[in-house]
């Protein structure tokens, strides 16, 4: 059935505009309620089906309703759904194990949340009682959440709804090389952005830093993906100034990228702390900060999430990393990324609009501008695109801070047939603009 054949305003639409907050916000002049889903397909009230190539916002890492994660979910929920962090239970214990022997480096003791933006305060909070220091480096162009110290830190206006409510936050400039900040052209630029780093630390600091947080490719950004060697210069830096390095895996993490469980393993730096939510538990609502030994010591013993280490989602947690195992999803995430890339390439080739194509794995990015040449940002071409795929059945996300980057981040499970249907879908829609 076609995404066109019913229009009329569902039951959930109606009460989500009547009964939230305005700031609610759906995609699409006549957005959807997604009723079911099944792997790489989601359904809507009114029957209709579509490719999901959004995966709920790199969420739903494994597909929808995968059978091994929702069975051990009904198993958990029959034995026992709550216990608080002040007991043990078996299913925390035994996904932070899985974690440690998983995670790089050095990382070994975990913190669970409910979600990135308490992971990433998790983080920062820990670093700076690791530390002594206050001052925290992270990125323009970044996003950490909605808590006034995750807008703070954040590089992105659009996500900041009060002017910075957290002193302390100090934004180098995002290895944008599409809008090089410097003007420059990598690889001649001498990565100029990460250098940066140590003008920013001595000029608007005090020398102090706590730490340098940063997401391996900036999601909200528009996937922006720095050049190969940018890590190992800035992260660099910031050791020499006594600060540590939070890697931000919330959109990288669980194969995301491709072949990695880590999106910070692409680029060969090994953080002291990494933080994560979103694909870990395949929807389930979670947050997890894990850290070197000595960083996790320092957080004082009298700490509480009502709802952290949860054993449903911790449950949920083992089955997705079980199934990414199982399924090869690293390696198919890296195969099927590969030829969604060249799918991509070949669509900018064909098509002005596309000024840039980035990402890597299966978390791709197109850029879209009115002239190549200057570059001007063209958010009106996103929206185009975004209600022509809609009536192929197709589902994309967006980004970027001018609103002009389509974000596609479909589930690992995700098939070459599947992303040649997206890439279908986006070609006949962009021949619309």
């Not at 998790?122 to 909605?146: C, F, P, V």
């Amino acid at each position: 059935m076609s995404a066109d054949n019913k229009s009329s305003v569902s039951d959930s639409v109606q009460k989500h505009k009547d009964f939230l907050f305005p700031a609610v916000t759906m995609y699409y002049q006549e957005p959807l309620a997604l009723e079911r889903g099944e792997g790489m397909h989601v359904w809507d009230e009114q029957g209709n089906k579509y490719l999901d190539c959004f995966g709920g916002v790199l969420t739903t890492s494994v597909g929808h309703a995968h059978p091994h994660v929702t069975d051990a979910i009904i198993d958990q929920v029959k034995k026992i759904a709550h216990t608080s962090t002040l007991y043990a239970n078996r299913p925390q214990s035994e996904l932070a194990a899985k974690l440690a022997e998983i995670a790089p480096g050095r990382l070994e003791k975990s913190f669970f949340t409910n979600s990135g933006t308490e992971a990433d305060e998790t983080a920062t909070q820990a670093a700076k009682l690791y530390t002594g220091r206050q001052e925290i480096i992270t990125l323009r162009h970044s996003y950490s959440g909605r808590s006034a110290a995750a807008q703070s830190a954040g590089g992105h206006k659009s996500w900041k709804v009060l002017p910075t409510q957290v002193p302390g936050y100090y934004h180098a400039p995002a290895p944008y090389c599409y809008r090089c900040p410097f003007k420059l052209t990598y690889p001649e630029c001498d990565l100029a952005c990460a250098k940066d780093m140590k003008e920013l630390i001595e000029t608007a600091t005090s020398g102090n830093i706590a730490a340098f947080m940063a997401e391996p490719i900036l999601g909200v950004g528009g996937y922006i993906t720095p050049p190969k060697e940018y890590f190992k210069e800035a992260v660099a830096i910031i050791r020499q100034y006594g600060g540590v390095f939070i890697a931000d895996e919330v959109q990288t993490g669980w194969g995301r990228t491709g072949g990695k469980w880590f999106g910070i393993e692409q680029w060969d730096v090994e953080p002291e702390i990494i933080t994560s939510a979103k694909g870990m538990a395949n929807g389930s609502p979670i947050g997890w900060t894990i850290a070197t030994p000595e960083v996790a010591a320092a957080v004082p013993t009298l700490t509480f999430s009502t709802f952290g280490g949860n054993p449903v989602t911790s449950r949920a947690a083992i089955a997705t990393i079980e199934v990414i195992e199982q399924e090869n999803l690293l390696e198919n995430a890296k195969i099927v990324g590969e030829h969604l890339r060249q799918g991509l390439m070949g669509l900018a080739e064909k098509y002005d609009v596309i000024g840039d194509v980035r990402g890597m794995g299966l978390m791709q990015a197109l850029e879209l501008v009115k002239d190549r040449k200057t570059k001007e940002p063209n958010p009106q071409a996103v929206l185009k695109v975004f209600e022509e795929t809609k009536k192929r059945n197709v589902l994309i996300g967006k980004g970027g801070l001018y609103g002009n980057c389509i974000r596609i981040g479909p589930p690992l499970v995700a098939s070459k047939d599947d992303m040649d249907e997206l890439v279908t879908a986006l070609d006949e829609s962009l021949a619309t603009i």
